[in-house]
T-cell receptor
Framework: GENVEQHPSTLSVQEGDSAVIKCTYS??????FPWYKQELGKRPQLIID?????GEKKDQRIAVTLNKTAKHFSLHITETQPEDSAVYFC???????????FGGGTRVLVKP | GAGVSQSPSNKVTEKGKDVELRCDPI?????LYWYRQSLGQGLEFLIY????????KSGLPSDRFSAERTGGSVSTLTIQRTQQEDSAVYLC??????????????FGSGTRLTVV
């Protein structure tokens, strides 16, 4: 089955700096890669996703890049703000009809 | 409903007792998933329902765990003879089209289970 590794497990950045979280996956058939943000005590929420036919996608201060050859994808948060503090999860799955496999999560702390 | 509803939000039970956790997905969502999140850990897949197909039970950790989905809507996750290692937040999610590229999972708020 699919295996998703996520690094780092914790990340502390100064407000205004950038944060980068990296994930690798094992199944070359995976072609959908979402990212979820989970604030303390709350449910995970989808923040951005990317399909395998796209190399990069941006949405305001967040962007995701995908390298299918190397089987890794990354989340980039620019100009970090205290409200970006949360746990971020990457995930992967194959074509429609399958469940998501999640990475172990990255706890991001943005220091004011 | 407007979102995925889970009940109860918190459950404290004695070791050895059975518990039932309920998930009410978004109306019209055909796919329903159960995940488990231990304290400070990631999201562990448990079981997946899609329409009338046989559920994918490959993530259930033991035969003490079972789940059903009635009428293609509400789902119940049952844990028999609970153990302390079952303590976790149990998250339910639904999606309009399984693995859809346009519609990711919508998660419920979870049930925090504590086995004492």
């Amino acid at each position: 089955g699919e295996n998703v590794e996520q690094h780092p497990s914790t990340l502390s950045v100064q407000e205004g700096d950038s944060a980068v979280i990296k994930c690798t996956y094992s199944d070359s058939a995976s072609n959908y890669f979402p990212w979820y943000k989970q604030e303390l005590g709350k449910r995970p929420q989808l923040i951005i996703d990317i399909r395998s036919n796209v190399g990069e996608k941006k949405d305001q201060r967040i962007a995701v890049t995908l390298n299918k050859t190397a089987k890794h994808f990354s989340l980039h948060i620019t100009e970090t703000q205290p409200e970006d503090s949360a746990v971020y999860f990457c995930a992967a799955n194959k074509a429609a009809g399958n469940k998501l496999t999640f990475g172990g999560g990255t706890r991001v702390l943005v220091k004011p | 409903g407007a979102g995925v509803s889970q009940s109860p939000s918190n459950k404290v039970t004695e070791k050895g007792k059975d518990v039932e956790l309920r998930c009410d997905p978004i109306s019209g969502h055909t796919a329903l998933y159960w995940y488990r999140q231990s304290l400070g850990q990631g999201l562990e897949f448990l079981i997946y329902f899609q329409g009338n197909s046989a559920p994918d039970k490959s993530g259930l950790p033991s035969d003490r765990f079972s789940a059903e989905r009635t009428g293609g809507s509400v789902s119940t996750l049952t844990i028999q003879r609970t153990q302390q290692e079952d303590s976790a937040v149990y998250l339910c999610a639904s999606s309009l089209i399984p693995g859809s590229y346009r519609y990711g999972y919508t998660f419920g708020s979870g049930t925090r289970l504590t086995v004492v």
